[in-house]
């Protein structure tokens, strides 16, 4: 079973411009997670997705929006992008929402704002 | 604030020394709890988890942990280290059924 992938892999961006990262969860999982990791901060919760509904949402300002489709997959979009938002996005994916379901992570999109 | 905190930052240890990564939390309420490990250049993976049940909980790799409720603790152990396992070791909670929220992380280096 493939395993949970992200793409882009790695992208550069400039102050202001937007960017749209996607995550294709493991097949069969309907619950996909964003997370943010930078050196500072580690893992930081964006937000969760389920049956193309958002669950859960962390602390992030209106910037950081996401989505998912019919299929499970799902986007994440960031506009008007500053400095700090240079960081590893990870998404994961679980079989079903609620914290007793494993949660599997992708290889993250490298995202650097310059 | 509610927080998942590791207060190690970077361990160093020898190949066979024993392993101690703290972890403790301030969620009150239901909580399931995590180990990820992430391998250089690798996906963070599950090392363990507890949910319920026996508070000494057997991971992959010969890596366990002790949840300790009055301690909010859930710290994770490794009787012999190999040099494979330097990592960076995640701790997580689940409070309540929301989201998952991290530690920072405790940066593991084995001398071989």
């Known amino acids: 079973k493939a395993g949970v992938t992200q793409t882009p892999r790695y992208l550069i961006k400039t102050r202001g411009q937007q960017v749209t990262l996607s995550c294709s969860p493991i097949?069969?999982?309907?619950?996909v997670s964003w997370y943010q990791q930078t050196p500072g901060q580690g893992l930081q919760f964006l937000f969760e997705?389920?049956?193309?509904?958002?669950?859960n949402k962390g602390n992030f300002p209106g910037r950081f929006s996401g989505r998912q489709f019919s299929n499970s997959r799902s986007e994440m979009n960031v506009s008007t992008l500053e400095l700090g938002d240079s960081a590893l996005y990870l998404c994961?994916?679980?079989?079903?929402?609620?914290?007793?379901?494993?949660?599997?992570f992708g290889p993250g999109t490298r995202l650097t704002v310059l | 604030a509610q927080s998942v905190s590791q207060h190690n930052h970077h361990v160093i240890l020898s190949e066979a020394a024993s392993l101690e990564l703290g972890c403790n939390y301030s969620?009150?309420?239901?909580?399931?709890l995590f180990w990820y490990v992430q391998y250089p250049g690798q996906h963070l993976q599950l090392l363990l988890k507890?949910?319920?049940?026996?508070?000494l909980v057997k991971g992959i790799k010969g890596f366990e942990a002790e949840f300790i409720k009055s301690k909010f603790s859930f710290n994770l152990r490794k009787p012999s280290v190999q040099w494979s396992d330097t990592a960076e070791y995640f701790c997580a909670v689940n409070a309540n059924n929301n989201d998952m929220r991290f530690g920072a992380g405790t940066r593991l280096t084995v001398k071989p």
């Open positions: 097949s069969g999982h309907r619950s």
């Open positions: 969620y009150g309420g239901t909580v399931n």
């Open positions: 994961a994916s679980s079989l079903n929402s609620g914290s007793i379901n494993e949660q599997f």
């Open positions: 997705y389920f049956s193309e509904t958002q669950r």
């Open positions: 507890y949910f319920s049940g026996d508070p």
